[in-house]
């Protein structure tokens, strides 16, 4: 019996897969922690033990950056912080799968500002249609229609694009991790005494501490480093394409943690923005650098 071992192609793309599923799931488990600590306590406890984490893995040095350097590292961390207050305030009127998918928008809408060929303005304006489709504009009522989820899970996609931009200006200026980790510190900063403020004491009770930590390590730690790995030997044009099934896994995190269910159309929709940024994501250049790592 011939023992057979998989392609060297297929252990990179084995990591970012899951990578893709580590973050949805910690996007599925932060959700159950939005009603005991909201938004803001959720938010900080992520950051605090991502700051923690990052800084003992990273050790980055403080001294020889220029005031520009900074200015880099706090518009990064207004951005990591806008980012994850948003989508989160998002989750507490959206569906898991529907969140991810609306603010999976302004990753599609930057790689497609990076060409100019038809077939990505195509792309977007079926993303667009996908997004009417999931967030069901056409099929309901305003009246009905969760207009501030949706606001606020834009919102989300378009700090994920300044995102982008930013951690690979700070990449540029600052070695190795040192930049993320930096940022990760003001992000922390600015977040956490909203945090204190809303959530008090609560956020230093067992259940919200394990489940924070579980939501650093899933939505930040396990996927940065689960990536880091795959890009050294994978290309970023099949790294982004790969991570275009987030919205889908995102859907199934919500079904499975959350027992949230998504009809048929708003399931064609998803379909619609996997499929444009797949395709958007193939010709834009440059490549996008670690998107979905929302530390």
Same mark, same amino acid.
């Given at each position: #019996?011939?023992?057979?071992?998989?392609?060297?192609?297929?252990?990179?793309?084995?990591?970012? $897969?899951?990578?893709?599923?580590?973050?949805?799931?910690?996007?599925?488990?932060?959700?159950?922690?939005?009603?005991?600590?909201?938004?803001?306590?959720?938010?900080?406890?992520? @950051?605090?033990?991502?700051?923690?984490? #990052? $800084?003992?893995?990273?050790?980055?040095?403080?001294?020889?950056?220029?005031?520009?350097?900074?200015?880099?590292?706090?518009?990064?961390?207004?951005?990591?912080?806008? #980012?994850?207050?948003?989508?989160?305030?998002?989750?507490?009127?959206?569906?898991?799968?529907?969140?991810?998918?609306?603010?999976?928008?302004?990753?599609?809408?930057?790689?497609?500002?990076?060409?100019?060929?038809?077939?990505?303005?195509?792309?977007?304006?079926?993303?667009?249609?996908?997004?009417?489709?999931?967030?069901?504009?056409?099929?309901?009522?305003?009246?009905?229609?969760?207009?501030?989820?949706?606001?606020?899970?834009?919102?989300?996609?378009?700090?994920?694009?300044?995102?982008?931009?930013?951690?690979?200006?700070?990449?540029?200026?600052?070695?190795?991790?040192?930049? @993320?980790?930096?940022?990760?510190?003001?992000?922390?900063?600015?977040?956490?005494?909203?945090?204190?403020?809303?959530?008090?004491?609560?956020?230093?009770?067992?259940?919200? @501490?394990?489940?924070?930590?579980?939501?650093?390590?899933?939505?930040?730690?396990?996927?940065?480093?689960?990536?880091?790995?795959?890009?050294?030997?994978?290309?970023?044009?099949?790294? &982004?394409?790969? $991570?275009? @099934?987030?919205?889908?896994?995102?859907?199934?995190?919500?079904?499975?943690?959350?027992?949230?269910?998504?009809?048929?159309?708003?399931?064609? &929709? #998803?379909?619609?923005?996997?499929?444009?940024?797949?395709?958007?994501?193939?010709?834009?250049?440059?490549?996008?650098?670690?998107?979905?790592?929302?530390?």
């Amino acid at each position: #019996m011939v023992t057979r071992y998989p392609s060297p192609s297929a252990f990179p793309v084995a990591l970012v $897969l899951g990578a893709v599923v580590s973050v949805q799931f910690g996007g599925a488990l932060a959700a159950t922690l939005l009603p005991v600590v909201g938004v803001a306590g959720s938010v900080s406890l992520r @950051l605090i033990f991502a700051v923690v984490i #990052m $800084l003992a893995i990273a050790r980055p040095r403080l001294r020889g950056y220029h005031r520009a350097d900074w200015a880099t590292v706090a518009a990064f961390g207004v951005a990591l912080a806008g #980012m994850n207050a948003a989508f989160y305030a998002s989750l507490t009127r959206l569906p898991l799968g529907v969140a991810v998918t609306i603010e999976f928008i302004g990753p599609l809408v930057l790689a497609a500002s990076t060409t100019r060929r038809v077939r990505d303005i195509i792309a977007v304006i079926v993303a667009a249609t996908g997004v009417i489709l999931i967030a069901e504009i056409a099929q309901v009522n305003w009246a009905q229609l969760d207009i501030l989820g949706i606001l606020l899970a834009l919102l989300a996609g378009a700090f994920w694009a300044g995102y982008i931009v930013l951690s690979g200006r700070a990449g540029a200026r600052f070695p190795r991790l040192d930049g @993320l980790a930096l940022a990760l510190v003001v992000a922390a900063v600015l977040v956490t005494p909203f945090g204190i403020l809303t959530a008090g004491d609560t956020l230093l009770t067992p259940e919200p @501490l394990i489940r924070g930590l579980g939501i650093a390590v899933l939505s930040s730690v396990l996927p940065y480093s689960l990536e880091l790995v795959a890009l050294r030997r994978l290309s970023a044009q099949v790294f &982004g394409i790969l $991570l275009s @099934l987030e919205p889908a896994v995102a859907a199934i995190a919500g079904f499975f943690v959350l027992g949230q269910r998504l009809d048929p159309l708003q399931l064609v &929709g #998803m379909g619609c923005v996997v499929g444009a940024s797949a395709s958007v994501t193939r010709s834009a250049q440059p490549p996008p650098t670690l998107p979905d790592t929302k530390l």
